[in-house]
């Protein structure tokens, strides 16, 4: 008997920061950034109530790339991709853990070079990017996503 397990994550919110590039010392690009969800609710006592949730994001080679040169604290933006945990050892000798969404597409939603844009206003204006995947022996091509094919 096999069990199915699902480890997806698709994200619309607002950039907190710029993103940060770095390489790793194989040469392999990794872009770091928080996306701000929100939640609106009414609470029992019939008052308006919001909750923002921070998400790190963490894209790697190729769509790393893209996203530190497209994507601006302010800018809304769709990613999706898979939680992943990790741990290390900080330097003081103290165990760390973090919870982030490892990014495999991604569209910018508000255009470039504007803040946070309402959510009926806001149309994509880039192509969904995905990551080509290094680890294979041959590289395959990109591929593209239209954005009528998202599911919202």
């Not at 994001?57 to 769509?63: I, N």
């Not at 490892?102 to 990551?131: E, H, Q, R, T, W």
């Not at 680890?135 to 395959?140: C, L, M």
Request: hydrophobic share 40%.
């Amino acid at each position: 008997m096999s069990s199915r397990s699902l480890n997806k994550v698709l994200l619309i919110g607002n950039l907190t920061v710029d993103p940060e590039l770095r390489y790793t010392p194989q040469g392999t690009a990794v872009a770091t950034f928080s996306v701000a969800t929100n939640r609106n609710w009414t609470d029992q006592a019939g008052q308006p109530q919001e909750a923002v949730e921070f998400t790190r994001c963490v894209a790697w080679a190729k769509l790393a790339e893209v996203c530190s040169q497209i994507l601006k604290k302010g800018r809304k933006v769709y990613v999706e991709g898979r939680l992943q945990t990790r741990e290390w050892e900080s330097h003081d000798k103290t165990k760390r853990r973090t919870t982030e969404v490892v990014i495999d597409n991604m569209i910018a939603l508000s255009p470039s070079g504007a803040g946070a844009i309402s959510g009926a206003s806001a149309a994509p204006v880039a192509a969904p990017v995905k990551p080509s995947k290094k680890k294979a022996v041959k590289q395959e091509e990109d591929e593209i996503v239209a954005a009528e094919d998202i599911p919202f």
